[in-house]
């Protein structure tokens, strides 16, 4: 992996203090038992809308992506640090009778409890639906794991790298002569959270008109096959199987990678509109005019011969040159990013959407929510907690547990 001569490359980025964030879900308290990135990830999602985000992790190993690196910044792994900002860290040991009595009063006030075990698991752990649904009727219980809790899969581990393999986009990524390909993030583990937090949402939405809780059951496999909608729907209204083509056989022509006379660039001619802008920008006109690439189904049987006229007109002027040409007209285009001009793109630093924050142990980066709410952005309240980092707050401010009490329960092993 190539790595930044000099300073680390998150020193750039802008500073953000604590705030107040976005407030949309201030009141609704999250349990969080998940780890690695799917849940940790939708949790998160909930702590930027304002939700209380109370990460629970096993005393003294804590969370597994804690412990995925190098590198490493300030002992934390920036695995951990890109999912669990805004959230408090409480040390419970579940496998001991008094861990999971502090959990049960814990989810006296809790509204929603996220768990990424499967249902063995969490039937071991007295954590399982059934158990906690006739004690806590308005609770949310949200479970997150690889094939979900019912069906012949439901008890196999899985990753990212699995779900990927089973949903069929790998199938489709990449150039055809090669061996298929991952995608370059842990896409089944942000769409499974992504999942878990929208699913949760509409839970909490209900519950206000009906007073009880849900079993929410998100499996990875569905959300990344799900992800392959188009392409799925595509092939099952056809019968003609898609093959990976480094993205160049796309439904719409043209809508693909070019090389340009320096750096490559993508383009995407995706309506007759478009089509005829494109070939005023690049002063050929008439050939946006053409009877014979009148419709999108015209151009994709030319698909050929067009690509070879735009790739040659496309070699004659720099990337930059082209997308300011391009943006002149409104033709959707733009730069194949690495992630070093991704850390360095100015509307996102002036957004603050990129920044970093300073922890406990020092400054650590974040990529932020993205989404603006009524004009505001910022939703950074707490960064990534340490291990264990607000359990004797919790213990005694939440729950009112005496000094000796929390020691007994440190001295038990249970915190």
């Known amino acids: 992996m190539q790595k930044e001569p000099g300073g680390l490359p998150f020193t750039e980025l802008p500073k953000v203090s604590q705030g107040q964030g976005h407030a949309l879900l201030q009141g609704i308290c999250v349990l969080d038992l998940s780890t690695s990135i799917a849940g940790p990830y939708g949790t998160q999602l909930l702590a930027d809308l304002g939700a209380k985000v109370i990460k629970i992790e096993k005393p003294g190993v804590g969370d597994d992506a804690r412990h995925w690196g190098p590198p490493f910044i300030n002992g934390e792994s920036p695995w951990y640090l890109s999912v669990n900002r805004n959230k408090h860290s409480l040390t419970l040991d579940l496998t001991r009778p008094e861990g999971l009595d502090v959990l049960d009063t814990l989810l006296l006030q809790a509204d929603v409890l996220v768990v990424n075990m499967n ?22 219980h949200a479970s997150l794991t690889g094939f979900g809790l019912r069906g012949k899969r439901s008890h196999l581990p899985c990753y990212d790298l699995i779900a990927e393999g089973y949903s069929g986009v790998m199938d489709l990524t990449g150039e055809p002569q090669d061996d298929p390909q991952k995608i370059g993030t842990p896409a089944a583990d942000l769409l499974a959270g992504q999942d878990v937090a929208m699913a949760v949402l509409a839970a909490c939405a209900a519950r206000a008109q009906t007073g009880r809780g849900a079993q929410i059951d998100v499996s990875m496999q569905a959300s990344m096959t799900r992800f392959m909608t188009p392409r799925l729907v595509s092939y099952l209204s056809s019968g003609e199987l898609p093959r990976r083509s480094g993205g160049k056989d796309s439904v719409i022509a043209i809508y693909q990678v070019f090389e340009t006379s320096d750096k490559q660039i993508s383009l995407g001619l995706g309506n007759d509109a478009i089509w005829r802008r494109f070939w005023v920008a690049v002063g050929q006109p008439e050939i946006g005019e053409n009877p014979r690439y009148a ?33 002149a007209n409104r033709i959707p285009a733009g730069p194949i990013n690495r992630l070093d001009e991704v850390a360095r793109d100015d509307d996102l630093l002036q957004q603050r959407f990129l920044y970093q924050a300073q922890a406990e142990n020092g400054p650590v980066p974040q990529v932020g929510l993205g989404i603006a709410i009524d004009g505001k952005t910022s939703v950074h309240r707490k960064p990534p907690p340490v291990l264990g980092e ?22 038990a092993g249970a915190v």
């Open 119 to 140: 249902a063995r698991v969490q039937e071991k752990l007295g954590i399982d639906y059934a158990r906690l649904a006739p004690k806590f009727p308005r609770l949310i």
């Open 390 to 411: 607000d359990t004797d707050a919790i213990l005694g401010e939440m729950l009112d547990l005496s000094p000796a009490r929390i020691k007994q329960l440190r001295d």
């Open 295 to 327: 419709s999108n189904a015209d151009r994709r049987a030319h698909r050929t011969e067009i690509v070879e006229k735009i790739a040659g007109i496309l070699r004659l002027r720099s990337r930059d040159d082209w997308l300011e040409i391009l943006g």
